[in-house]
């Protein structure tokens, strides 16, 4: 627009003559918002439909493999996971891609915690406040 030859352009951005001689052509067919558009590739499709994801998000927060029947964990893991997947919708995924799948559906690894079934609630805040004076102290 001020009169530069597209080589100028070129050597003042550090790009090819060519590129400034499209981004050029963009600008003038479409203005800015065409020359700012970026196409990205749609991507693979995922393995797992979007309630198949969801149906494993809930699994996973909801019950054990212990209580299906899968193992005597009383934990999911990637390996427990990946037989499910495979036996239930017939798709074979990697550990590490559905670690992904987990991740995005807002799940992270933890390890699990036990409690007492016998435990007395009252006993416990009362210990609590005992650990918390002995460190005080």
Known sequence: MEGYLGK?????????RQT??????????GGLKLLL?????PGREPFLTE???EEIKQLVLTTTPAELG???????NTKLLQSYVEKHFGVSISREALRKLLHR????WTRP???????DPDRQK???????????T
């Open 37 to 41: 558009h970026r196409d990205f590739a």
């Open 51 to 53: 309630e198949q994801q």
């Open 8 to 16: 100028e352009v070129a050597s003042m951005v550090n790009v090819c």
């Open 113 to 119: 915690t036990y409690t007492l079934a016998k435990g």
């Open 105 to 108: 559906k807002g799940l992270s």
């Open 20 to 29: 400034v001689s499209h981004s050029v052509s963009l600008f003038n067919e």
């Open 70 to 76: 899968w193992d005597v964990a009383s934990a999911w």
């Open 126 to 136: 009362n210990f609590e406040k005992q650990i918390d004076f002995i460190k005080k």
